[in-house]
C-alpha cells in the first residue's frame, strides 16, 4: 500500500474516532429527565435522582480504563482482580485450546487432503458436528469432566478445530498437480513430499483457517467464562453487569476488541511469512 494512501487512512480513522466521541459525549443525557423510564428501572440502573441517564461518557470511561491499565495485576480476593490478571487467563486459555485444535487439525487436515477415501468417510461427520455452537458442548463437558478451566479450554478447542481442519484439507487438496507429479518424478517419498511440496503450499490457507479459529475462540471464550464464573474477562465482564457497572463493562468492551485485534494481527503477520508469489 503507497505511504501517500495509508497515511490518508489513518488521518480518516482519527477524524471518524473524534466523530464518534463526540457523538457519544453529546448523547448523553446532561441530567434532563430521561423520557419513558419508570422510576423503578432508573434506580436500578444507577440513574440520578433527576432521571438522568446512567450510561457514562467517553471521558469517564477513559479514566476507568487508564485506572485499569495503571494497577491492572493487583488481586484483592476472588471477585476484585486487576485487568492483566484477568485477561491473562482468558488469554492462556484460549492459547491452550488452540493449540490443542492446531495439533489435532492440521494432520488430520492433510490426511483428509491427500486422501479422497478419508474425506468421503469423514465428510459426514464434520458436516455434522461443524455447525453445533461451541457453548452448546459446555453442559456436557462441566458434567463429564467436572472442572470450569478444562471445561472453557474443551468449548475453545471445539471451536477451533473445524476452521483449521477445513481450511487445511482444502489447501492440501488445491495443491498443483504439477508440483505433485515433479516429486513423483524424482521419487521423493510421501513424508518429505508432505513436507517440502505440500505443506509450503497449503501454509496460506492452513494460517487462514488459523485466523478465523483464533477469532472465534477469542469470542467464544468470553461468552464460556460467563457461564461458569470464577476467572477470566468474561467473568469480570458478567460480574460488572451484577454491579451495575456499566463504565467497567464498557471498559471491558474495550480490552475485549483490543487483544482480540492483536491476535489477529499476530496471525497476519505470521501468514505474510508462508506467502510467496509465483
Not at 489447501?171 to 524424482?186: H, I, P
Not at 513424508?191 to 496460506?204: D, H, N, Q, S
Request: proline share 5%; aromatic share 10%; glycine share 8%.
Amino acid at each position: 500500500m503507497p505511504l501517500s494512501l495509508r497515511l490518508r487512512a489513518a488521518i480518516l480513522s482519527v477524524v471518524l474516532l473524534f466523530a464518534f466521541l463526540a457523538t457519544w459525549e453529546l448523547s448523553i443525557n446532561d441530567g434532563s429527565e430521561v423520557a419513558g423510564m419508570s422510576p423503578e428501572y432508573a434506580a436500578l440502573m444507577g440513574a440520578t435522582a433527576k432521571g438522568a441517564s446512567a450510561m457514562p461518557g467517553p471521558l469517564k470511561v477513559g479514566k476507568e480504563i487508564w485506572g485499569h491499565i495503571s494497577n491492572p495485576f493487583y488481586d484483592a480476593g476472588p471477585n476484585d482482580k486487576g485487568i492483566g490478571i484477568q485477561l491473562g487467563y482468558s488469554i492462556a486459555r484460549v492459547f491452550v485450546g488452540f493449540f490443542l485444535a492446531m495439533l489435532t487439525a492440521v494432520p488430520l487436515g492433510f490426511l483428509i487432503g491427500m486422501s479422497p477415501l478419508f474425506y468421503r468417510a469423514l465428510d459426514p461427520f464434520i458436516q455434522l458436528m461443524k455447525p453445533v455452537s461451541p457453548l452448546a458442548w459446555m453442559p456436557l463437558a462441566l458434567y463429564t469432566i467436572q472442572d470450569s478451566t478444562i471445561s472453557s479450554i474443551f468449548v475453545i478447542f471445539i471451536c477451533s478445530v473445524w476452521p483449521m481442519l477445513i481450511n487445511t484439507a482444502f489447501g492440501v487438496a488445491g495443491v498443483r498437480s504439477e508440483w505433485l507429479n515433479v516429486a513423483k518424478t524424482l521419487e521423493v517419498g510421501q513424508l518429505r513430499t508432505a513436507l517440502r511440496v505440500i505443506l509450503p503450499a497449503a501454509a496460506p490457507t492452513i494460517m487462514t483457517g488459523m485466523r478465523i479459529s483464533i477469532s472465534i475462540a477469542w469470542l467464544v471464550i468470553v461468552a464460556a467464562e460467563m457461564l461458569v464464573g470464577g476467572t477470566g474477562i468474561g467473568y469480570f465482564l458478567w460480574n460488572e453487569w451484577n454491579n451495575l457497572s456499566i463504565t467497567n463493562i464498557i471498559a471491558a468492551i474495550f480490552f475485549i476488541g483490543i487483544i482480540g485485534m492483536i491476535l489477529d494481527l499476530g496471525l497476519s503477520q505470521m501468514s505474510k511469512l508462508v506467502t510467496y508469489q509465483e
